[in-house]
């Protein structure tokens, strides 16, 4: 049987790929920056600290996390093009004004983080790409698109940086426009970049998206976001209500699995110069390569779990990810004997001010603000002594983070893309935008969260303490999935209109 006409089908998936490319752009918009923040900031406010850059750093996920519910009931009564043309202009408006937070003669730092904040406002348009991919796939469909969106999330975020790189070519002094009192420099040139990209993806929003919907077997149906039609133009295999248990239980999973992650990420710099004694440039050159393949790996994880569900469904597959996340922490518990090395010279000689060494336990925003005295040659090296528990906690090898690492980086793009996946087939034909919001509002309060939990256990109690707590969470995770496990089923499932 013909569920859709070759124009439609077409048309469909075109606008299903401005929505991929909706969600590139937003994770870039991310990460393009996120490595030249603190020297900028620096650059033109002398008086911001270290805790200051992580309220910078907060701010595009606190953003995120406030506009993703407004946008996504936005999307739920009007054509998804509006607030997704709208979010796009917030996000190009707020890099413009990144790239001038140096005009000012006074609080530029304030200016960075309304910048700042605005990006992450624009960024809650995901909560619309995510629903109308949603309402424009099949069931048979939908865990390919969800996993091709998340690859796009993923490669921004790889991306990102790279831009960044090729942008340190053009210096930091780089080219004054003066007419316009603009600055082309390493700083600025990739936000402007990033507002180019902004606006281009506006005009394919406007040239080539349409709406489009299909029930889960893939016939065409109108939807209530069309310009001109009524609420009552959806068919009525929307009648039902949605499971709000399973609703709730994806959300709070989907917390979970972004705030290991967050914690997995904000951990890795300190954790690798406590206990292998790398120098900060060391620890950012080895995590960021380590991070690098990491993503690489999440990409091809995002492709291959496409073809895996197929055979054995979401549900064994989230579980699966989450048992590999597990482990990945347990790993990383100290096992051995041998002690890390310890920092004893800022007792010995006073070399470096406790301060400072109290900076370098932040999060890892704040561990970069670390600034040794002019007259000090040799940076301190080792687990601080103002740690207490180094004296006390076996070293953790460098071949349990690297296994750590890989089991992490492998589990969270499987976890990531089966609570989506899985979470849109609960809420079937309805509109999915707040829904939407809410779980991306629940992902951006993980990221939050997720650095401000370790950076305080880590520093007072150890990664002993930190590691058990995350793994106990996993594991609590891992007990709601089983309570929950049978409501995990689509909505067409569920009101028996197909079978599963």
């Known amino acids: ?43 033109i ?149 990033g507002a180019v990209l902004g606006v281009i993806n506006i005009i394919l929003i406007f040239l080539i998206l349409r709406e489009h919907r299909v029930d889960d077997m893939g016939r065409q149906c109108k939807s209530v976001n069309s310009e001109g039609e009524e609420n009552d133009a959806v068919d009525q295999d929307t009648e039902g209500n949605v499971d709000h248990v399973a609703v709730v239980a994806l959300n709070f999973l989907f917390f979970v699995i972004l705030f290991v992650f967050a914690v997995f990420e904000t951990i890795a710099t300190p954790l690798t110069m406590d206990m292998y004694s790398w120098t900060r440039k060391e620890a950012v050159f080895y995590n960021g390569i380590i991070l690098s393949v990491v993503g690489i790996e999440s990409v091809i994880v995002f492709m291959v779990v496409k073809m895996l569900s197929k055979r054995t469904g979401e549900r064994a597959i989230l579980h699966g990810g989450l048992l590999i996340v597990l482990v990945g922490f347990f790993i990383l518990l100290p096992w051995g004997k041998k002690l890390p090395n310890i920092q004893w010279q800022e007792i010995k000689n006073n070399s470096i001010p406790r301060a400072a060494a109290t900076e370098m336990l932040m999060p890892f925003w704040s561990w970069q603000a670390v600034q040794l005295p002019d007259n000090h040659t040799a940076e301190p090296v080792g687990c601080p002594v103002t740690q207490s528990w180094c004296l006390n906690t076996p070293r953790i090898y460098l071949a349990q983070y690297i296994s750590s690492d890989i089991l992490i980086g492998l589990g969270y793009p499987v976890c990531n893309v089966m609570s989506y996946t899985l979470y849109s087939k609960i809420l079937g034909p309805k509109p999915q935008g707040v829904y939407m919001g809410w779980l991306t509002a629940s992902g951006s309060g993980a990221r939050i969260l997720g650095p401000v939990f370790v950076s305080q256990v880590y520093t007072h109690l150890g990664p002993r303490w930190a590691f058990s707590l995350i793994c106990g969470v996993v594991v609590l995770s891992l007990l709601l999935l089983e309570i929950v496990y049978k409501r995990l089923i689509a909505f067409s499932v569920r009101y028996g209109r197909m079978q599963e």
């Not at 401005?18 to 752009?25: G, S």
């Not at 991310?30 to 603190?38: C, D, G, K, L, N």
Request: net charge neutral.
């Open 45 to 193: 406010d002398p008086t911001a600290d270290a805790s200051f850059l992580g309220w910078i750093i907060a701010s595009y996920s606190i953003g995120q996390m406030v506009a993703s519910p407004l946008f996504g009931l936005w999307s739920n009564y009007r054509p998804r093009r509006e607030p997704l043309v709208v979010s796009t202009a917030i996000s190009v408006g707020a890099n413009c004004l990144y790239a001038y937070v140096h005009v000012p003669h006074s609080h530029n730092k304030y200016y960075m983080l309304t910048a700042r904040a605005l990006v992450g406002f624009g960024a809650g348009n995901v909560a619309v790409v995510r629903s109308y991919i949603a309402g424009a796939t099949s069931l048979t469909e939908r865990t390919s698109a969800m996993a091709n969106t998340s690859a796009c999330q993923a490669v921004g975020f790889i991306l990102g940086p790279v831009f960044q790189t090729c942008f340190t070519l053009i210096g930091e002094e780089g080219i004054t426009w003066k007419l316009i009192d603009l600055q082309l420099n390493m700083y600025t040139a990739p936000v402007l970049f």
């Open 1 to 43: 049987d013909v569920v859709e006409t070759e124009e439609h089908y077409k048309s469909r998936w075109r606008s299903i790929w401005i929505m991929y490319l909706t969600m590139f752009l937003s994770s870039v918009g991310f990460s393009i920056v996120i490595m030249s923040v603190w020297p900028y900031l620096q650059k």
